[in-house]
């Protein structure tokens, strides 16, 4: 049967716009396919992953970069995800070769009717090529670049490695680009921890991150969830009875910030800018790892106890009052506080500062009980800060406060926890104890608290903000390595690391640099030296210098030993001025430490050098690994994320004498060229043969470091015995509740107790402690080094220290131990009952005593400096 004439005419002309459309789109390819990148770049492909810094043991301590992603390979993708992204975005991918052609029409007709593109049309493979290719503008012409760049995506990669780059750059909201990323953002788990319902909601972001976001949307999230459950069961990937249970299930997500998992904000920002000088760029985006020489527990330690230090000290000088005084006559009574309303402080570290989110706070506020979001609303925008959360006072009786949290939460706050608050005057005076919460507190009182105690006694308790500051530097004395370091109270308050960048007189702290100069210029730990008043008169001082102890007392001829465990300042000034400024200066050199810097007088005697608490205990490496200088370093190694190692910390030599690093090769070889930097290793091209997976990823380390002997063995050992005393008879006792007998140190006090300081060690571990305020000013009466800055040190090097045997520091040959006579310093003989043990360097031993009963006295010193 021949058709008619009409309907021929229609088929030609089909047929006509057919070929037509074809020759267009052909004519369209061979135009822009010259214009775009070639397609095979895609396989050269480098996500943006942000810097990481770790610590030894691979805890995470801090993330910089504008984007959170941890990219994963096809495998580690749960299969019900795959499902649920072709189910949302593309259910023919694994048919087409790229384009859609449904999808496509379906956008055309979108943009005759509406002038606009509404759905895009666009395939996986197409958003790839927009992703990694061109901009995200819904122009005409850019929908022909995804069309030529998703044909030939699809030419170079296979479809998983196609859904792999595409589920691991794409944006789904709050800095999550990936799946993995979003994963952790929004549940706090890897995605192959997540059920269907939680990957159905992911799967809903790629569309609209911000519309179908389950944090700042919930509602219309749940909607767009339910509808991707719907189409994996019509797709065949889940069965109705699967599909019922997920959508069921409530949406689960809140905000998860990148979690650090140790609390070291002051040296990441440290290392940070130690490592934007070896890195030229990218050090932001290029997935760099940093594993430092932070130990976490000890970091740990080093924050919690510099915190509860300043909290004590804190405490001893009176309650300045509360945040805030609200108006709460308008507000509705709340109910009875319940065992299911109160808060119970976990038993887990909190969330670290900064790390909240504004929009889930504000989503579990709109879920309360109206009565305690109207409450809540009055404090929701105050942060924590390290410990310290903020709470409201809702009710108080004589004995207890009720409190509330920005959370809805509520608590109840003991007389226990209350009682410390008398009203603080100057840092001087404090008013009197109060007897009752009203004299402390009222209802409407913005305040802070702290959690405090362990196990069954965890509970919370009024605190402050610290006015003080305080740092704590430690070092492992042997090669140098920073093992914990804290620069304040909280980073999100100050960011100045008083640790490194703080110099600050060092007061008695100082007196062993004296001490060591005199050993190693004939004094002994026996030698006598007068501790009695003296007055110096300088041109450059208006008056003269009269300076004295702390305590005011004169105690005569002194042992140096004795003179050193009681911080005896009169005796500091007498040595100085016997070896000389001069000599001195050489010493403190040879520590390391800055004298450039510091006032060529008898003052540095005292301490008035002003220094670092990272200089200061870098210093006391010295004592304590029997004198060898190290330098504090805090890189161990640099790594790209699949692990490959780039840069390694150069190795730590401990040298006698003319020491240089170890040559390689006594081998004549030809000259080669300059190594490469670390930019240039981290950006080489990866080689296109298939040996690729072989060829050895090339590790900058630098030549060793040589960490020269700067002190006689002798007189280290010699100063770490006198300084032993310090810790056990002397300024430093209170460390005897340690418990060991391996503790050496020193504490320190600047004038008007201004600076606080205690710097100590054992063979193994330095600790140096600094407290005061950034401005400098009294600490208040009383407020010793050994107050203040110990306890600090002690809960430090206490829980650093436990289960770690006393290491005490073995004694070199050429020291001696006699019995001499406490009260001259002279070789006791063996009938004198009053002798005591003190050690020598062989070679100055001290003459013998007179025979007992001659003339002369057994008690007369020989000489007294």
């Known amino acids: 049967m021949r058709l008619p004439i ?84 593309d259910e023919r991918f694994f048919s087409h070769n790229g384009v859609d052609l449904k999808g496509l029409i379906r956008a055309a007709v979108e943009l005759a009717r509406y002038r606009e593109i509404r759905s895009g049309g666009s395939t996986i493979t197409m958003q790839v090529a927009r992703n990694f290719f061109l901009d995200s503008e819904q122009r005409f012409l850019r929908k022909f670049n995804e069309i030529v760049l998703a044909i030939q995506i699809e030419r170079v990669l296979d479809k998983e490695e196609i859904l792999e780059l595409y589920l691991n750059k794409i944006y789904l909201g709050h800095r999550a680009y990936g799946a993995e990323a979003a994963a952790q953002v929004y549940y706090g788990k890897s995605i192959s921890e997540l059920n269907v319902a939680q990957l159905a909601m992911i799967a809903g972001l790629p569309k609209a991150p911000s519309a179908y976001n389950p944090i700042t949307n919930p509602e219309r999230a749940l909607v767009r969830r339910n509808w991707i459950l719907q189409r994996m069961e019509e797709t065949g990937a889940l069965d109705t ?82 945040l805030a005084k609200l108006d709460i006559s308008k507000l509705p009574a709340l109910p009875v506080i319940t065992a299911a309303s109160t808060e119970t402080t976990p038993e887990q570290p909190e969330t670290p500062e900064g790390s909240e989110d504004k929009a889930e706070l504000d989503l579990t506020i709109n879920g309360l009980d109206p009565d305690i979001a109207a409450w809540v609303a009055l404090i929701k925008d105050r942060s924590r800060i390290g410990p310290l959360n903020p709470a409201i006072v809702t009710a108080i009786d004589d004995k207890e406060a009720e409190i509330l949290f920005r959370d809805g939460k509520r608590a109840r706050l003991a007389w226990d926890d209350i009682r410390w608050a008398r009203r603080h005057i100057s840092d001087k005076y404090v008013g009197d104890e109060p007897s009752k919460v009203s004299q402390v507190m009222a209802p409407g009182h913005v305040i802070h608290v702290r959690p ?117 300042n009169l005796v500091s000034i007498r040595i100085l001025r016997q070896i000389g400024i001069s000599q001195a200066m050489g010493t403190l ?147 005897n509740t340690l418990g060991r007998r391996d503790l050496a140190g020193k504490t320190g006090t600047t004038n008007d107790q201004v600076d606080a300081w205690f710097s100590g060690y054992s063979p193994e571990l330095v600790a140096t402690v600094w407290v005061g305020f950034d401005n400098p000013s009294t600490l208040g009466w009383g407020e010793y080094g050994g107050k203040a800055a110990l306890p600090i040190w002690m809960d430090y090097m206490g829980p650093a220290l436990k289960g770690r045997p006393d290491q005490q520091m073995e004694q070199p040959s050429g020291i001696t131990m006699v019995r001499i ?30 025979p007992l009963g001659l003339a002369g006295g057994s008690n007369a010193p020989e000489q007294i400096f």
């Open 6 to 89: 009409w309907t021929r005419f229609l088929l030609l002309l089909a047929t006509a716009g057919a070929g037509g459309g074809l020759l267009v789109l052909a004519a369209s390819y061979l135009y822009l396919a010259p214009q775009l990148p070639p397609a095979s770049q895609i396989r050269e492909v480098e996500y943006q992953i942000p810097l990481r810094i770790y610590s030894r043991d691979m805890k995470l301590i801090s993330e910089y970069g504008e984007k959170r992603r941890q990219p994963v390979s096809y495998e580690q993708l749960p299969e019900q995800l795959v499902q649920a992204i072709l189910a949302a975005e």
């Open 241 to 322: 009875e699967a599909r019922m249970a997920a959508q069921e299930l409530p949406v689960s997500a809140r905000f998860h910030a990148a979690q650090p998992e140790v609390d070291g904000a002051y040296f990441a920002e440290m290392v940070r800018l130690q490592a934007m000088e070896l890195i030229d760029d990218d050090l932001y985006t290029a997935g760099i790892r940093i594993i430092t020489t932070l130990d976490s527990e000890r970091q740990a330690y080093a924050v919690n106890a510099l915190r509860q230090g300043l909290h004590s000290y804190d405490e001893r000088h009176g309650y300045r009052g509360p």
């Open 452 to 568: 405090v105690g362990s196990g069954d006694e965890r509970r919370w308790r009024l605190a402050e903000l610290p006015r003080a500051q305080s740092a704590l530097v430690s070092l492992n004395p042997h090669n140098g390595a920073i093992e914990a370091m804290q620069g304040g109270y909280s980073f999100s308050v100050s960011n100045f690391n008083r640790a490194v960048q703080s110099k600050r007189q060092a007061g008695s702290v100082f007196k062993p640099f004296v001490y060591t100069s005199a050993l190693e210029n004939g004094f002994t730990p026996a030698s006598i030296i007068n501790d009695a008043p003296v007055v110096f008169d300088d041109e450059k001082l208006e008056t003269a210098w009269r300076p004295s102890g702390a305590s005011g007392k004169f105690y005569g001829p002194t042992r140096m030993r004795e003179a050193l465990y009681r911080s005896l």
């Open 589 to 735: 050199e040879r520590f390391g430490l800055p004298i450039d810097t510091f006032q060529r007088d008898l003052s540095l005697a005292l301490g008035s050098a002003s220094v670092t608490p990272m200089e200061i205990a870098t210093a006391y490496s010295i004592f304590a690994n029997g004198g060898y200088r190290v330098s504090p370093w805090g890189i161990l190694r640099i790594e790209k994320e699949n692990g490959d190692v780039l840069w390694k910390a150069p190795e730590v030599v401990l040298c006698e004498q003319d020491c240089q690093p170890a040559e390689a090769s006594e081998v004549e070889l030809e000259p080669v060229s300059a190594p490469p930097s670390l930019s240039e290793v981290l950006h080489k091209e990866e080689p296109e043969s298939s040996d690729a997976d072989n060829e050895a990823v090339v590790t900058i380390q630098p030549e060793p470091l040589v960490a020269p002997r700067v002190l006689d063995a002798r007189v280290a050992w010699l100063m770490y015995s006198m300084m032993q005393d310090v810790v056990r008879r002397g300024t430093g006792h209170m460390a």
């Open 821 to 850: 006579n406490p009260e001259n310093g002279l070789l006791a003989r063996p009938q004198n009952p009053d002798s005591v043990a003190e050690y020598f360097i062989e070679d100055q031993l001290p003459e013998l005593e007179p």
